[in-house]
């Protein structure tokens, strides 16, 4: 990670360059929800590199609650965050674990919605999110993890779309707290980051 930013200003800028390089398309897309849309955001392959998820890591740390014990997400987007979060916590000398929310009950053994080490009812979670659009799939993850007895107010995405998803997650009593608007990604800031290589080392 010696070729990383050292502040988290930098990581910022960096994390934007490579999700304008590598994330955002602008044409004609079809979202999920079955809307037309001119922008199309697709983390992965940021949240996957291991560049991306050394600056993710660090950057959706710092918005997760203090009193959190851990930060859990829907499968399939979250599963990297969850991860890098909970890992960069440790670094830290944080105590955070790593939770991930199955889209549908395992079909065997416990039939379980939740992975990864649970913590005792009524514990504070943080919900991370890759793309918040509607606000559905973060919707979702802090449905289960309220039915099973955990306390969640916040979730922590890396882009908010600005289409409606705050005001849906504000509804169910949730606070969004995101490192980049849509608008973001779409500008020229999105280019104008240090590269990888160019970064100061620590």
């Not at 859990?72 to 890992?87: E, F, H, R």
């Amino acid at each position: 990670m010696s070729n990383l930013p050292t502040s988290s200003t930098d990581r910022r800028r960096l994390l934007l360059q490579l999700l304008g390089e590598r994330a955002y398309r602008h044409g004609q897309f079809t979202l999920a929800s079955g809307r037309s849309s001119d922008h199309y955001v697709n983390c992965k392959p940021v949240s996957l590199s291991g560049v991306g998820l050394a600056l993710l890591g660090s950057l959706l740390l710092d918005p997760v609650e203090p009193d959190a014990v851990a930060v859990a997400g829907l499968t399939l987007g979250a599963d990297p965050l969850v991860s890098a979060v909970a890992l960069q916590a440790a670094l830290a000398g944080r105590s955070l674990d790593a939770l991930i929310v199955r889209k549908e009950a395992k079909g065997h053994g416990t039939g379980a919605w939740l992975e990864g080490p649970l913590p005792a009812a009524g514990s504070r979670i943080t919900v991370l999110e890759d793309v918040v659009t509607s606000g559905g799939s973060a919707l979702k993850a802090v449905d289960q993890l309220r039915q099973a007895g955990y306390k969640v107010e916040r979730v922590v995405a890396i882009v908010d779309r600005q289409e409606g998803g705050a005001e849906a997650l504000r509804a169910a009593g949730l606070e969004l707290r995101s490192l980049f608007l849509l608008e973001e990604l779409a500008g020229p800031s999105a280019s104008s980051a240090p590269s990888v290589s160019s970064a100061p080392s620590p």
